[in-house]
């Protein structure tokens, strides 16, 4: 009998993988429960789990991927699974949610684990995605030193793990690793412009002291490493309770209300769909490329203008009152961010194939659905 996945053709193995992957999000009666009066009900799956491929023994990999519970991370799990490799998925569901991964519990090729990755852990495998670390400011600034803590132990335990296992290590680093930026677009020889006692402190210096521990490890131990500085990323499983633009101005435009603004609106931002950067985050990882790689979507969007699309896209044929106003600025709000992806380009083959409007329209139509459970 002829094989399904060898016959297909890359182009269209590419499209099903991408479509395989959205029906897994899509499927909210089963990832978030359906909504009767006060109760929430779990579908009991009786059919199959979504197909894996089947990899031999040579190329199926053990791979960890901390904060695998979270936004970026359950994407990455989604996409690790389907390339067939056996994934453990490791959080202590801070700002993450079993909800997020549902679809895969039980399967033989994957492993959920609740811990803290503050304290060490033994497990045999071959690669680490090290994610865990709430990424919004709400979240991380509800306890800074803990944010410290886990940014400092959590890498150091993890690149212990990895030179243990001599398994590779990629670390989620952050373009606030270049704080409010005097060289613009940002390339990855800028050393940043960090407050070191502001309240992103905590999440910045975090990850600086991630990204000098983890070039440590392998200067010292020979610990095979991976840094990717990841600019803003939205989509699908967005927490939408944790005060980023793109969940904020989504959800306030669902419910017709205002769409706040904090400043005036004229910095800049620029905005990654997320299967984008999940795809460089694997490319990175299976490449040479030891130095830092910036992954981000260089369409660059001020404040103003992202609301205005978010308001315009949302009451399409409706009838809405809502509008953009201003409030006052935050504290260390970067005024201007973009990333020079020159050497993502040259090195991994890798930029961003779905644009900012694209996204956009599938993540409102997530929220959306969302939503609708809710009522
Ligand atoms: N989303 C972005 O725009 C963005 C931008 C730059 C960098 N990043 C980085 O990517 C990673 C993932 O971000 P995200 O947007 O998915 O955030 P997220 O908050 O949705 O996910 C983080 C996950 O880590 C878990 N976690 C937090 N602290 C932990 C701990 N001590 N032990 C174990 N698990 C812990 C959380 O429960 C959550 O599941 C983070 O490291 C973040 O710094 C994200």
């Not at 613009?184 to 006692?197: A, L, T």
């Not at 210096?205 to 521990?213: D, I, M, S, Y």
């Not at 504290?331 to 020079?340: C, F, G, T």
Request: glycine share 6%.
């Amino acid at each position: 009998m002829s094989d399904p996945i060898e016959n297909k053709s890359p182009q269209n193995s590419e499209h099903a993988a991408q479509q395989q992957q959205q029906q897994l999000y899509l499927r909210s009666s089963i990832t978030a429960g359906i909504r009767r009066n006060s109760s929430v009900v779990y579908p009991v799956s009786k059919g199959e789990y979504p197909p894996v491929k089947r990899l031999d023994p040579m190329h199926k990999k053990r791979i960890l991927v901390t904060g695998g519970a979270g936004f970026v991370g359950s994407h990455l799990v989604d996409s690790l699974m389907l390339l067939g490799h056996d994934v453990i998925c490791l959080d202590n569901f801070f700002t993450g949610s079993k909800t997020n991964v549902t679809h895969w519990i039980g399967h033989p090729h994957f492993e959920l684990i609740r811990h803290d990755v503050v304290d060490p852990i033994l497990l045999e495998v071959d690669q680490i995605y090290h994610l865990a670390c709430p990424a919004s400011p709400r979240h991380y600034q509800s306890n800074a030193v803990k944010t410290l803590k886990t940014s400092f132990f959590g890498t150091y335990n993890m690149l212990g793990l990895a030179k243990r296992t001599k398994a590779r290590f990629l670390l989620a680093s952050t373009s606030e690793i270049y704080g409010s930026p005097a060289v613009h677009p940002q390339p990855e020889s800028y050393w940043g412009n960090v407050n070191p006692i502001g309240p992103r402190a905590c999440y910045d210096e975090g990850k600086r002291v991630a990204e000098a521990l983890s070039y440590s490890y392998a200067r010292q131990d020979n610990v095979d490493i991976r840094v990717a500085r990841i600019f803003n990323c939205f989509g699908p499983r967005m927490n939408w309770n944790d005060g980023r633009v793109v969940s904020n101005f989504i959800l306030q435009a669902l419910e017709n209300k205002d769409l706040t603004v904090y400043g005036d609106g004229k910095a800049t931002r620029c905005f990654q769909y997320v299967q984008d950067l999940v795809d460089g985050l694997i490319r990175l990882m299976d490449s040479d490329v030891t130095e830092p790689i910036n992954l981000g979507n260089p369409e660059e969007y001020t404040i103003n203008e992202f609301a205005e699309i978010i308001l315009k896209m949302v009451g399409e044929g409706k009838e809405t009152t809502a509008k953009v106003v201003h409030l006052p600025a935050v504290e260390d709000d970067p005024q201007r961010r973009k990333p020079d992806i020159t050497k993502a380009k040259e090195l991994l083959g890798w930029e961003p194939k779905v644009s900012m409007l694209e996204g956009l329209r599938g993540t409102v139509a997530y929220f959306r659905s969302t939503l609708d459970d809710e009522h």
